[in-house]
């Protein structure tokens, strides 16, 4: 019955139920009369004119204030406090009409005890359309498992008011570690203190605690993860406000810990005129605009209102998709930067050239590279080509044609690489610090730091995809450990130290503390509520299999070649002291490595890389 009320047309929904109310109306009416007088009322003289005003009081007010757009099964406490409102105005005006009208046989308190009649069988016919609508989802309440709520404050309690509702949980209670919580409930749901989640898993079959502690700094909820890592449940994060705020919260809803949760560290304030320096009011280019760090790039410039953004990208449909993302933004915030999506490659110095002569830009952050190791090491060629001499194209345009300044978006693998794609990022540094000694007007500065969370390769999209297919994680070495920053994080920090260089510097992103591969993997099995099998557990969920390095690749990656990094006025940005080679002398291998990479000569092409680059050495020969 209920899903064939739930599928009526939303004008015939409406309809009942001012039908409905107009029926209540008239019932109170009738039963302040009875109760006033003191016997069954049947309607005489003046009176009728009682049973007609009130239902043409009542619906109008009712309207007005929104009371026939709630959903019913959604219905809280804030339409009701609207539902209190919308009658008060009524009783006012009912009172003032009995007061004014005097109609024989109609007592003037009437005006007070109808409307609190008519309140209470509102109330209630909307509480009871909740409840009626909301038991079809009954059947389905184990279905999903049962929950704790990390979280007694105002985003728990509002998440457990829509589980209540959407019935796909057994709700078992809260967490919390506020003592005047403990011991209490709320709304009827016990809080517990953590003491007892192992304790309340066990003897109530958790399956599934979800973290609703939106205010929690990074380190709490950290503290908080790792105390639930041995615990056989799943632990998911609150679904967005909108979701709870409709009451339409499922499984689905529930996010996954975020890559912040598992990896992440308290964001520090960004240096707001460090931002707005090199960007407001300003034409700005972004390369690779499509990508993940060149895609965050240009969400975060927009912000500072720069009055051209140009976003330059080979990939038709990551510039498609920037571009749209883009405008919607600018919309949403009001926001008229004008955004220009260019098609091209950097490897084309014709349609650079185009770009810099029609636009102007001041600013160039350059995002575009080939960054896969292997597939780099196994198409050298490609890699010099794009990553070396589309940098070379891009900063000789740049310097042509007046930018101000000139950021390269480079990496932690150009430190000592081992692989050819590190190698071809060192010399994409070595050209822009060659180029930056003899620049008279362009500011050509870089930053280094490490794996960002969530790109494109990232090893956590990879290690998700494969716990949903009930893995293995694959690891390529047991001691494989790298240095991981959020996608935001680090577009923030390279905005703020490009607008710190002077002119060849070399900056280098604080990466906080380097993690292990195979314990992120271990830890998001565990907080999948899943185990991990081993030789010490073969009873274990999912498996971690360590498949071996990859051509090129390094156990540890160093963000420094040289020693004794010099601190900068930002607390996560330093700056390194590099030696390099000046344009006459490197001008000549670029010119032999140019000849190399055009003929597919993978021996000179590492022969050079292995000249110019401090520690690089060279994996065996592959064929591009």
């Not at 001012?18 to 005489?44: C, S």
């Not at 930018?403 to 010399?427: H, Y």
């Not at 004794?564 to 996560?572: D, I, K, L, Q, V």
């Amino acid at each position: 019955m209920q899903s064939r009320v739930l599928d009526w047309p939303r004008s015939v929904k409406r309809l009942v139920v001012v039908a409905v109310d107009i029926f209540l109306a008239l019932f109170a009416t009738w039963l302040a009369f009875t109760l006033r007088l003191e016997q069954l009322n049947w309607p005489y003289a003046g009176q009728w004119w009682v049973y007609g005003l009130a239902p043409l009081l009542a619906i109008p007010i009712f309207v007005k204030n929104g009371l026939y757009r709630a959903i019913f099964r959604y219905t809280g406490q804030a339409a009701l406090q609207a539902t209190a409102k919308a009658i008060l105005l009524y009783a006012l005006l009912l009172s003032a009409v009995l007061l004014w009208a005097r109609w024989p046989g109609v007592p003037r308190s009437l005006g007070v005890l109808q409307p609190l009649i008519f309140l209470v069988l509102v109330g209630a016919s909307r509480a009871w359309a909740r409840l009626w609508l909301a038991d079809m989802g009954h059947t389905s309440v184990m279905q999903s498992g049962r929950l704790l709520i990390y979280g007694a404050g105002a985003a728990g309690a509002q998440t457990a008011a829509a589980l209540q509702i959407s019935r796909q949980y057994g709700l078992v209670g809260f967490i919390d570690d506020d003592v005047t919580k403990i011991d209490r409930s709320v709304n009827g749901i016990p809080v517990y203190p953590p003491s007892r989640v192992s304790a309340l898993v066990a003897s109530q079959g958790v399956t599934d605690i979800l973290l609703a502690m939106p205010s929690a700094s990074r380190e709490r909820r950290n503290a908080i993860l790792e105390s639930l890592r041995d615990l056989p449940v799943h632990v998911r994060t609150l679904p967005g406000l909108s979701d709870l705020a409709s009451g339409r919260v499922t499984v689905q809803d529930f996010h996954e810990l975020d890559i912040e949760d598992l990896l992440g560290r308290a964001p520090v304030a960004p240096n707001a005129e460090l931002l707005e320096q090199d960007l407001m009011g300003q034409v700005v280019l972004v390369t690779g605009a499509g990508g993940s760090i060149g895609s965050e790039l240009t969400r975060q410039i927009l912000q500072q209102r720069p009055r051209q953004l140009l976003l330059f990208e080979h990939n038709e449909f990551g510039l498609y998709a920037i571009h749209q993302e883009l405008q919607a933004i600018c919309l949403a915030a009001g926001l008229s930067v004008e955004l220009v999506p260019l098609l091209g490659s950097i490897a084309n110095p014709h349609r650079l050239k185009a770009v810099f002569s029609t636009y102007q830009p001041a600013t160039v952050y350059h995002a575009a590279a080939y960054k896969h190791v292997p597939m780099v090491e196994d198409n050298p060629g490609e890699g010099v080509r794009n990553n070396v001499f589309g940098t070379l194209n891009l900063a000789q345009a740049a310097a042509t044609h007046g930018a101000r300044r000139f950021v390269l978006i480079s990496t932690d693998k150009a430190v000592r690489p081992t692989n050819v794609m590190g190698a071809t990022k060192r010399m994409a540094e070595l050209v822009l610090q060659a180029l930056a000694a003899q620049s008279h007007g362009t500011t050509f500065c870089m930053v280094r730091f490490g794996n960002v969370l969530g790109s494109s390769g990232s090893v956590v999209p990879l290690f998700r995809k494969q716990l949903a297919a009930g893995g293995p994680l694959t690891v390529t070495h047991a001691e494989v450990t790298r240095y991981f920053m959020t996608i935001p994080e680090a577009a923030q920090l390279v905005l703020q130290a490009g607008a710190m260089g002077q002119g060849g510097d070399v900056f280098l992103l604080d990466m906080g503390q380097p993690v292990k591969i195979v314990d992120l993997a271990r830890r998001m099995v565990e907080l999948s509520g899943l185990r991990v099998r081993d030789a010490a557990h073969p009873g274990g969920d999912i498996e971690i299999a360590i498949t071996g390095l990859r051509p090129g690749e390094k156990l540890y990656e160093e963000l420094l070649i040289g020693d004794n990094p010099e601190p900068t006025s930002h607390p996560r940005i330093m700056k390194a002291h590099e030696d390099y080679l000046d344009w006459p002398r490197l001008e000549p291998h670029l010119q032999t490595l140019q000849q190399a990479g055009l003929e597919g000569d993978v021996a000179t092409i590492k022969a050079v890389l292995q000249t110019c680059v401090q520690g690089y050495q060279a994996q065996p020969a592959v064929l591009d």
